[in-house]
């Protein structure tokens, strides 16, 4: 049993894994994490993680922009990096670090995971961020449907 954070709300189902991908590097402050899977009903998920280590203070303005929640300088987690606008210490006695975002898309068509992971470019059209890829490619691996919307893209 699969037990999903969206948003707010719990998703939880049964089924498999098909693949997982990460934009992690060893230098990341922020980066993003997918998971696909598909349930024993055959709905695909496709679960989206934004994660970050950074930490502001009050006067940035990304604290307003994102409803960041204060704490107090010592529940700070051990990598917490400062932000590189409003450079908080860590001794401020009050700081506000980046939350985690989750998103999730469940679908039975496997052209609507695609659909959910393609990018818009500044020219008006599209295309697959790396960590996008290696998460099709591993699920082709996996998913019969998943490689068939993959592998043959239908223009209209």
Avoid at 34 to 44: A, C, H, P, Q
Avoid at 114 to 129: E, F, S
Avoid at 132 to 144: I, Q
Wanted: net charge negative.
């Amino acid at each position: 049993m699969y037990s999903l954070q969206d948003g707010k709300r719990v998703v939880q189902f049964s089924g498999r894994l098909l693949a997982t991908s990460s934009s992690k590097r060893t230098d990341s402050t922020r980066w993003i994490e997918f998971s696909l899977y598909r349930t024993d009903t055959g709905t695909f998920v496709l679960h989206r993680l934004g994660l970050s280590t950074t930490f502001h203070n009050s006067t940035c303005d990304l604290v307003q922009k994102y409803g960041l929640k204060e704490i107090p300088n010592y529940e700070l987690k051990d990598n917490a990096t400062p932000c590189e606008d409003c450079f908080p210490e860590m001794s401020d006695p009050i700081l506000y670090p980046e939350e985690e975002r989750s998103w999730m898309l469940t679908t039975k068509n496997p052209e609507a995971v695609l659909k959910a992971l393609y990018r818009p470019d500044n020219r008006g059209g599209q295309y697959l961020t790396k960590v996008a890829e290696r998460l099709l490619e591993d699920a082709s691996e996996e998913d019969s449907d998943i490689d068939a919307a993959y592998r043959v893209q239908y223009l209209i």
